[in-house]
């Protein structure tokens, strides 16, 4: 029977209630008294030198408070890089300048030139437009390849080349990998692209900048991930404010993907005009403009080689890498590529050499950064998709091959510098062949070819880092922030409690799964939980939310903080009922004696925590507050198994998705409905970028896919009715709730499935394809087929 309510229940949402009934408050509906609006002139040239910005015809037109250029930016600092990577060599990257708004030269088409602040966004944009500027177009670098080719062409002057960094991991193993590539029985070697994606979200970025003479104070209403990030790296790093004086907060958000974790121009620019202007100013991304805006995803081009014995037992790994940076770094840029995704290389198998090479590249391209999954999803592409090969050049199943190389002992030690902790990946094997009855496709493809379609089916294992901490360890990688997680716990006189989070929810569902890990804890009603997250005003300095890091690090740093909060009621408990404190116990909402049926409820104890009558006020002062800090020893790593069918017609390359199965190890579960909501929000993603999405650049560097009419979301009649299960647990062994994180799985997993899928059908037809690019458009399909 389901629970009714606490770990492992699966309660409704509570913020869907305001979310459906359309009052949820989004940084759009907020508009403060004597708003202006501010509208960005964008560059559309990708890469150009700026001779001239005339704005006296601007200046001059109804409405406008005011015009700004990159000069008036000159005195503050660029958007800055949170992660620092060093080179193969022992180099630093180079990390050029992010100028707020673009001075001396424009890097990428959308890069903003000019601002106009305005009485209205309508004679803001009319301003805009009467804006004179002078710009020389220079030559464009887009390939990767090219760019760090092309020494004469280059994104920024003051760089030596295109070439952020040349890393390698572990080099160490270098030698010893290519030993064994001279001696396997066997390499398998491919050739592939993870393409370019657009994050976008349901809500577009938003930015309300807003500034009190008075006290000196600044704010900042966005749409973001991790509010105090964004107060740490824009206070310190951009524009000089103390951070008590700058005060960052994200409502409700209406999806991130990760787009909304980074510190972006436009708020650094709502804050400083604020000030300048002595008004708020709101700034409301459209949609075409978030497609040259917001940070984009993946773009990398991969070589990656397989070497194997004779009896098909992997040797090595070794893998090239060129990885888009595009025009600038954005916030954690540099760790994707590298220290996200080269540490996942091994998977889920048991590769005793490993060694990647990443080339990160500058271009006249909007930048690049994580993407719903950051790293673990290129990592897992790449090798599911060069066993697949092998498997097919061995003549072997490919479920069989992934079988005789899985990882079956644990803790394992990867070559890869990572410690998996637990996980069993043959268990959610077995449970995939079961769930996709994969002994029955035989029959369903049968059944497809007598309809005159090929079917195939694609067969994809993945493990996921998860966590992204802890903070020692990646401070050791280059990191410029802490990562881990805080919660402060309130409890009220009456027996409420109010937790403070520095996670942050954008979809996740905090409001619900969080108050059900306390809840059960103390043994209250979930609906005296009340969770507050998102002001950096009042909730402790924390990280926010990305790399499926809420329950694993957030939610145990509220468990530690609730820990600490019953450990003192505890002690009052013991007053009220004249015992020793050790003799306490705390059971479904109250505290008794241990061996007796004395007992005092929650509630009574709480209230005697704000009316101190009863206890001694030297040995316990009064309140029931506490705040915790929880820094992880080591990351999670949810694995799984992944199985899709599809079916091919041959006359038109179209594919359809016939089925697809599911099948995540997350560790403990806290609400199963809503970890089935976000594999299935993951996979259609991932389908997402298999089949349909492709952000193409042409070698002007001009955005060829900036809007839906020539980006393809996936819509619901791509996605078929999904077939998921997370029974196969085995709990993480370092956080306190034995979880793992389950927001980016999807995404992962499916990428890989779909390709796989579409191959098997097309050689099952005879068709000698060994491989196609995502995304697979009936174009690239039929072409396929036709060699």
Same mark, same amino acid.
């Given at each position: ?9 699966? =309660? ?30 964008? =560059? ?21 408070v ?51 602040v ?34 004469d ?16 991991f ?23 692209v ?17 500034? =009190? ?8 209403y ?64 459209? +949609? ?27 040797t090595?790994?070794?893998t ?25 290389m ?22 690049v ?19 697949? *090969? ?116 954008h ?28 002001d ?6 924390g ?31 013991s ?10 116990? /705390? ?14 409820a929650?509630?009574?104890?709480? /209230? ?15 309140? /029931? ?72 650049y ?68 005879? *068709? ?8 697979l458009?009936?174009? +690239? ?7």
């Amino acid at each position: 029977m389901p629970k009714d309510g606490g770990i492992g229940a699966s =309660s409704k949402r509570r913020e869907d209630v305001r979310f459906l009934t359309g009052a949820g408050n989004y940084t759009d509906d907020i508009n403060l008294r004597g708003q202006a609006y501010a509208f960005f002139l964008r =560059s559309d040239v990708a890469h150009g030198t700026i001779n001239s910005v005339d704005t006296s015809a601007a200046e001059s037109m109804p409405g406008v408070v005011k015009v700004f250029t990159g000069a008036d930016f000159e005195a503050v600092g660029g958007m800055p890089c949170g992660w620092q990577v060093t080179d193969r060599h022992g180099q630093p990257m180079q990390e050029p300048r992010h100028p707020v708004l673009a001075h001396g030269k424009v890097r990428h088409v959308g890069e903003p030139i000019a601002a106009v602040v305005a009485d209205t966004l309508e004679q803001a944009r009319d301003a805009a437009e009467a804006i004179v500027f002078d710009i020389s177009e220079l030559p464009a670098v887009v390939d990767m390849k090219a760019a760090v080719a092309k020494s004469d062409v280059k994104v920024h002057d003051d760089l030596t080349s295109n070439l952020c960094y040349d890393w390698g991991f572990v080099e160490e193993n270098k030698a010893a990998t290519d030993e064994a590539f001279s001696k396997a029985a066997h390499v398998t070697t491919l050739e592939l692209v993870n393409n370019r994606l657009v994050a976008n979200p349901m809500e577009p970025r938003v930015a309300v900048g807003d500034y =009190s003479r008075g006290t000196g104070d600044h704010t900042l209403y966005t749409t973001s991930q991790n509010p105090h990030v964004i107060r740490l790296l824009m206070g310190a790093f951009v524009l000089g404010i103390p951070e008590h004086k700058l005060r960052v907060v994200a409502p409700d958000v209406g999806g991130g993907f990760g787009t909304k974790i980074f510190h972006y121009q436009e708020e650094a620019f709502c804050t400083f005009a604020a000030k300048a202007c002595n008004r708020p100013v709101k700034w409301t991304s459209s +949609r075409s403009e978030a497609f040259m805006s917001d940070a984009h995803g993946r773009d990398h081009v991969t070589k990656i080689e397989l070497a194997l014995d004779k009896d098909n037992n992997f040797t090595a790994i070794r893998t090239e890498t060129y990885a888009n940076m595009g025009a600038y770094l954005s916030t954690f840029a540099p760790s994707v590529p590298t220290w996200l995704h080269g540490t996942l290389m091994a998977g889920n198998y048991k590769t005793p050499l490993i060694y990647v090479n990443v080339k990160a590249v500058f271009t006249n391209t909007v930048p690049v950064d994580a993407y719903r999954g950051a790293g673990r999803p290129e990592a897992t592409f790449q090798l599911e998709r060069v066993i697949d *090969k092998a498997a097919r050049e061995l003549k072997v199943d490919p479920i069989a091959l992934r079988r005789q190389n899985f990882i079956t002992e644990f803790p394992y030690a990867t070559p890869v510098a990572v410690e998996y902790d637990t996980g069993n990946y043959v268990a959610t094997m077995d449970k995939l062949e079961e769930l996709a009855d994969i002994k029955g496709f035989k029959a369903r493809r049968k059944a497809s070819e007598a309809k005159g379609k090929l079917r195939g089916l694609g067969i994809n294992c993945y493990i996921e880092a998860c966590g992204i901490a802890p903070s020692n360890l990646v401070g050791q990688l280059g990191a410029r922030a802490g990562l881990y997680e805080s919660a402060t716990v309130r409890v009220n006189a009456t027996g409420g409690l109010v937790v403070m989070t520095g996670s942050h929810s954008h979809g996740q569902g905090h409001e619900t799964a969080f108050p059900q890990v306390i809840a059960e804890m103390i043994g209250i009603p979930e609906d005296m939980i009340e969770i507050v997250h998102g002001d950096t005003a009042n909730a402790p300095m924390g990280m926010g939310t990305y790399g499926s890091r809420s329950l694993a690090v957030g939610g145990s740093a509220m468990v530690r903080a609730t820990e600490k909060i019953i450990k003192k009621a505890k002690k009052i408990a013991s007053h009220l009922l004249e015992a020793s404190e050790s003799d306490i116990e /705390l059971k479904d909402g109250a505290f008794s004696v241990a061996g007796t049926d004395k007992s005092v409820a929650w509630g009574d104890v709480t /209230l005697a925590a704000y009316v101190p009558h009863n206890y001694p006020l030297e040995d316990l002062e009064p309140g /029931l507050e506490e705040t915790a800090f929880y820094d992880p020893s080591n990351f999670t790593y949810p694995s799984g198994a992944y199985a899709c069918e599809v079916e091919v017609d041959p006359d038109t390359g179209k594919v359809t998705i016939e089925a697809f199965t599911a099948v995540d190890d997350f560790g403990n579960i806290v609400n199963p409905m809503i970890v089935t909501g976000q594999v299935h929000g993951g996979l259609a993603q991932g389908i997402g970028q298999a089949l349909l999405e492709n952000c193409a650049y042409d070698e002007n560097g001009q955005l060829l896919s900036a809007s839906y009419m020539d980006y393809a979301m996936p819509r619901a009649d791509d996605v078929p009715f999904y077939q998921v299960d997370h029974s196969c647990q085995t709990p993480c062994t370092h956080n306190p709730l034995g979880v793992k994180g389950c927001g980016e799985a999807g995404a992962i997993g499916s990428p890989p499935s779909v390709v796989n899928a579409v191959v098997d059908a097309l050689q099952s037809a005879g *068709k000698n394809v060994t491989h196609i690019d995502m995304p697979l458009s009936p174009a +690239r399909v039929w072409a396929a087929m036709q060699g």
